[in-house]
């Protein structure tokens, strides 16, 4: 097992870090066609990790990774995606996939968050929040 280096800081070694100290490791989302999902995902500014024709992964900030993975059937067209996904200005980010062709929903406003939807390639619609975050580090 690798020790804590310069590279590899302890909690204990990262200055002022005021993180929590747990985080989301993975999310999965299936689909008939991972190339198209991944391309999609991509756009929205995930990092690629790994890709093949039936899997890929790809990173988020904060390094939770979304697990692509083959399926033979669709999912039912308007399907909630198993998760959503945080902006920190959710008017920009709506302006933003609307001019990258996504075509997305109007933003709603709820108690905490505000959202909007997209469709995914893989049938589900994907739901995108405000951040709740403030200027705390996530």
């Given amino acids: 097992m690798p020790t804590a280096t310069k590279e590899m800081p302890t909690r204990k070694h990262v200055a002022k870090d005021n993180r929590p100290p747990v985080a989301v490791g993975h999310v999965r989302i299936e689909t008939h066609d991972v ?20 899997f890929g992964v790809l990173e988020m900030r904060g ?5 692509v993975s083959g399926r033979e059937k669709p999912v039912r067209k308007g399907t909630a995606a198993p998760f959503d ?11 933003q996939f609307g001019k990258k062709g996504f075509e997305p929903s109007e933003i709603t406003s709820g108690s905490v968050h505000s959202s909007f939807y997209l469709r995914a390639p893989s049938g589900h619609k994907l739901k995108i929040t405000s951040s709740h975050a403030g200027k705390r580090a996530v």
């Fill in 35 to 54: 190339p198209e999902t991944i391309d999609f995902f991509r756009t929205l500014g995930m990092r690629h990790i790994f890709r093949s024709d039936t």
């Fill in 63 to 67: 390094g939770t990774h979304l697990v």
């Fill in 85 to 95: 996904l945080m902006v920190d200005d959710i008017e920009a980010a709506r302006r």
